[in-house]
């Protein structure tokens, strides 16, 4: 078990406990900004989905039902733009840090292959690089890596913590180049929905792909925007020829989604509407603390998508940390998501409104 967890960082959210506690003395109690994790309730439709399909004694499968398949492909024609999805092109996933941490095992990547992710990017890419043995480098341009022993190359557009967005002329350079060579692209879209002011674009959209898939993996997730993080309910999309040996070693390690959310995700794929309540709630959440964050001396840079806001004061990110949890307010500090960050906090927009007027009202001059 010790060499298992020497290959592994320290547990970044550790080292938050004490400005929790300080937080959480506030005499007005404290408001948690640093998960993003949802408040908001399931929608109903989803609930009585879930309960309809309670009754399920017997094994799922890995791939999924007919009907869960139908519905990711329907909707990664009608939202990501991308054309000619079969059932082979898909494929349910058990939330998608799971995916994120085991992709490369489950790849076969090993000792001598690399993989390369966002110099500013969420912890678990490169958590999944060293569970495999593999090497790993972040990267502030992608085409400006050595390709060679390069294996997977992540995305992460809207990006997670900064809220930045690939353009599609960035995408699609990106995408060329990781062709040209061999390299496996693997895009976690799982904010793309949540654009403020940028539209994000999918790499499975074909004015980024040229109307193929190969060496594309698209990740999307329903944690956020369908409040299902409980439910762990995500899905790929993309190139057959790596979704097919990904579903045969998961039917051996046996990641299944559950039956009962297999039929809430059929339920949330096929409602817009809902989705586009849970944005304004988040719009108007947004809107609210980034406002209060700039009347109290911040800077806000990226953040044209996704959940969170990334602000900086221009000092250490534990001096913020501290200066906000005396007020109350827990927040990230930015080195979590890599050394580029040390000067940066990362503000989740998931809050109740009631906690964010109160987050507000604590940052006024």
């Known amino acids: 078990m010790s060499a298992v967890s020497d290959r592994l960082p320290t547990f970044p959210w550790d080292k938050l406990e004490p400005y929790k506690k300080t937080a959480a003395a506030h005499p007005g109690g404290i408001v948690d900004l640093s998960v993003g994790t949802p408040v908001d ?16 004694p017997g094994y799922p499968t890995v791939w999924g039902t007919p009907a869960l398949r139908d519905a990711i492909t329907g909707w990664v024609g009608r939202r990501l733009g991308a054309r000619d999805v079969t059932h082979r092109h898909v494929l349910p996933i058990v939330g998608s840090k799971e995916l ?5 095992t489950q790849l076969g990547l090993g000792p001598g292959d690399k993989v390369a992710f966002p110099r500013l990017a969420y912890p678990t ?14 990267y502030e341009d992608p085409t400006a890596l050595d390709p060679a022993g390069l294996k997977l190359l992540w995305l992460n557009s809207p990006s997670n913590p900064t809220g930045k967005v690939l353009s599609k002329a960035e995408l699609t350079r990106i995408v060329a180049w990781a062709r ?13 929905e949540l654009g403020w002011e940028a539209d994000p674009v999918s790499v499975l959209h074909p004015d980024v792909n040229g ?31 790596v ?6 070693i998961r039917k051996h390690g046996g990641m299944m989604t559950s039956a009962p959310t297999q039929a809430a995700v059929v339920a949330a794929l096929g409602d817009d509407e809902h989705v586009r309540v849970q944005r304004e709630r988040y719009a ?9 964050l700039l009347g109290h001396g911040f800077r806000i840079e990226h953040s044209e998508a996704s959940l969170y806001l990334w602000a900086t004061r221009d000092e250490s990110c534990w001096d913020t940390v501290a200066h906000l949890a005396d007020r109350g307010i827990l ?17 989740a927009l998931t809050a109740t409104d009631e906690r964010v007027q109160a987050a507000a009202a604590r940052l006024k001059p």
């Open 100 to 104: 994120v941490a085991w992709l490369p």
């Open 180 to 192: 040209e060579h061999g390299v496996l692209v693997v895009s976690d879209e799982c904010y793309l």
């Open 211 to 241: 109307g193929s898939y190969d060496g594309l993996v698209a990740v999307h997730s329903l944690s956020k925007r369908s409040n299902l993080a409980g439910y762990r309910a995500a899905f790929l999309a993309g190139d057959p020829a």
């Open 125 to 138: 890419y490169e958590v999944g690089a060293r569970l495999a043995r593999a090497e790993y480098e972040a």
């Open 41 to 56: 309730p399931v929608p109903e439709l989803i609930q009585k989905a879930l309960v309809d399909a309670a009754d399920s």
């Open 284 to 292: 108007a959440r947004r809107t609210v603390l980034r406002e209060a």
């Open 331 to 347: 927040v990230a500090p930015g080195d979590f998501y890599g050394p580029a960050g040390d000067h940066f906090v990362r503000v």
């Open 243 to 248: 979704l097919g040996p990904l579903l045969e």
